[in-house]
């Protein structure tokens, strides 16, 4: 009895290999795919992407970058500005540290003037009463007297106090007072021919003008 070719075809269909049945690859995994799709999206951009857009990219950054460079040269000068001003506040505070003790160390060496002052009163008299002495007495007051003067005038020489230059030097108004005066032929300037009372320095500075009697010359040229 022949057999129907339907039949006949499904049994040749069911009588295939399993190994001969075609086999369709696996749909990829949904995390590939998005790592796959990153992967070329950056390159499909490049390979896209406007050379204008990339040179106005590249004149703005040049832009910022100026103006980085321009706000640093500012705060440099800035910051060099600052170290100049404390530079020189520093020099003013030396300057004026080192004004204080000059001043200080004036203060401390002259303040003392008005005191030495009256102690050469003092030695004025003694130095009088010793030239008042008759010659040949020598007493033991007198001894007294002499050692008592000399005491006192090591004590202010001691304190920087100094007898001025006067009889027979050159009249010098910034340490002679001129009591008395007098027409000499023998002097050609203003010379000092007699001290009526001694002149005294207290270190660099006139502390009393000497008294003198001041010899011109007589016929000036």
Request: net charge negative; hydrophobic share 35%.
């Amino acid at each position: 009895m022949p057999m129907d070719p339907d039949t006949k075809d499904e049994k040749d269909r069911g009588a295939l290999p399993p190994s001969e049945e075609p086999v369709s690859a696996p749909p990829p995994a949904p995390a590939d795919a998005a790592a796959a799709a990153a992967a070329e999206e950056p390159k499909k951009g490049h390979e896209h992407e406007d050379p204008r857009a990339l040179r106005g990219k590249l004149k703005k950054r040049d832009h910022e970058i100026k103006d980085l460079k321009q706000k640093l040269d500012e705060l440099r000068g800035e910051a060099d500005g600052l170290k100049d001003r404390v530079l020189r506040l520093a020099a003013e505070m030396d300057n004026q540290r080192k004004r204080f003790e000059r001043e200080k160390a004036e203060y401390t060496q002259y303040a003392q003037g008005d005191l030495l002052k009256e102690l050469l009163a003092v030695i004025d008299n003694f130095e009088r009463a010793i030239r008042t002495a008759a010659p040949a007495e020598t007493s033991g007051f007198q001894v007294g007297v002499e050692l008592i003067a000399k005491q006192l005038q090591d004590l202010v020489r001691r304190r920087g106090v100094t007898p001025v230059a006067a009889e027979g030097a050159k009249f010098d108004p910034a340490v002679h007072q001129a009591v008395l005066t007098e027409a000499s032929e023998e002097v050609e300037e203003p010379m000092v021919g007699e001290e009526l009372q001694k002149g005294y320095l207290l270190r660099d500075r006139l502390l009393r003008p000497a008294l003198v009697k001041v010899l011109v010359p007589k016929n000036p040229s």
